[in-house]
């Protein structure tokens, strides 16, 4: 395995009392950028189920002539231990980590790495959070004088910092019941509510929290509009669109306002709701046919151009206008749209 892809590098200076500098380092302690925040020092802990984390571990060996004999052991042990903030329970996370003589055959000076697995158990770690806590110790043999006495070496921590804390909490998503259109006021129970609030609705709607997760959202006089019933729970938004009387229609909309004779055009009548049952009326203009298609769809059709000698052309104005009907919330205001017929000049 290559070094390049453990990023976030801890560099842990192990210093142990030997002369001329230090005879074996724990030179470097890391983890996969993937789990690893260097800018905190911080791993993130599962909420549910163990932990795993392959990490690099590398030794370093001095490279001076005592220090280099056929006879001299490099015997090293390393442990890794979980805690929680503020206890001083230790629990042992880390595979076997040892290194050998043997690793270092071949060479009088080199740097070894292993590649252990550590494991938190689950649920150890709480919303304190904790770290991880690196020891280590080496047996002596063979190595010269004054330090010739062989056995193994008291545990050293490594002064490294390694923080634990839990994964955010994966909080449920609030769902809404209630009506979609209220005429004078509505109950919505929310279930799972973050922070509740009712959004576009200065001068149209106010929000009442009536306890035990319902809501009371009321129409204010006669305003008409749609407002937004929202919840915030951490950095998630869920939301509600509820309609508040009944909205007047959008527009009227087709190809063209002026219209040339004998010829047919289509014009739709567009609604916020397009479930709303539409009333559509013509004004004036009694020689222009008015055909209904649909709820919101009608055609306008021409009669031939009339006296086609008379130097002054007539010019037919029209007017349409159309509601929403609502037998619960009553009817809409009317929109209105002036049409012409025998002109192709542009207007207002």
């Known amino acids: 395995m290559n070094f390049r892809y453990y990023l976030a590098i801890l560099l842990l200076s192990f210093t142990s009392t030997f002369v001329n500098g230090q005879a074996i380092e724990i030179s470097q302690f890391s983890f996969s950028s993937s789990v690893w925040d260097g800018s905190t020092k911080t791993l993130t802990v599962k ?3 163990q932990s795993t984390y392959l990490t690099s571990v590398a030794l370093s060996r001095i490279n ?45 000076s ?8 550590l494991t938190i158990p689950a649920g150890f770690i709480d919303e304190d959070g904790g770290n991880i806590i690196i020891k280590w110790r080496f047996y002596k ?4 004088p004054p330090y010739d006495q062989n056995g193994w070496t008291e545990w050293y921590t ?50 009442t929290d009536l306890g035990n997760n319902q809501w009371q959202v009321e129409r204010i006089n006669n305003a008409v509009g749609t407002v937004v019933l929202k919840s915030l729970v951490g950095s998630n938004a869920y939301d509600k669109t509820i309609r508040i009387g009944t909205d007047t229609p959008i527009s009227i909309t087709g190809n063209s306002y002026s219209l040339d004779w004998s010829r047919s055009y289509t014009f739709t009548v567009n609604t916020v709701d397009a479930n709303s049952t539409l009333e559509i009326v013509k004004e004036g203009a009694p020689s222009v046919t008015f055909t209904r298609l649909d709820n919101n769809r009608f055609t306008l059709s021409t009669p031939p151009k009339p006296n086609s000698n008379d130097p002054i052309t007539p010019v037919y104005v029209l007017n349409i206008k159309a509601r929403v009907i609502d037998p619960e919330c009553g009817n809409s205001e009317y929109i209105h749209q002036e049409i012409r017929v025998g002109t192709t000049i542009p207007f207002e």
Do not use: H, M
């Open 47 to 49: 909420r549910t189920g």
């Open 64 to 108: 001076l002539p005592e220090w280099t004999s056929a006879g001299l052991s490099f015997n090293v042990e390393v442990e890794a231990f979980a805690k929680k903030k503020n206890s001083t329970q230790l629990v042992k996370i880390s595979d076997e980590i040892k290194f050998a003589t043997s690793d270092f055959v071949g060479t009088t």
């Open 110 to 117: 080199t740097t070894i790495a292993k590649y252990p697995t």
């Open 141 to 144: 043999e063979n190595y010269p």
């Open 158 to 207: 490594a002064d490294a910092e390694i923080n634990l804390k839990l994964e955010p909490a994966v909080l449920p998503p609030t769902t809404f019941a209630g009506p979609d259109q209220i005429c004078d006021e509505g109950i919505y129970t929310i279930t799972n509510p973050g922070t509740i609030s009712l959004e576009n609705a200065s001068g149209i709607a106010t929000i």
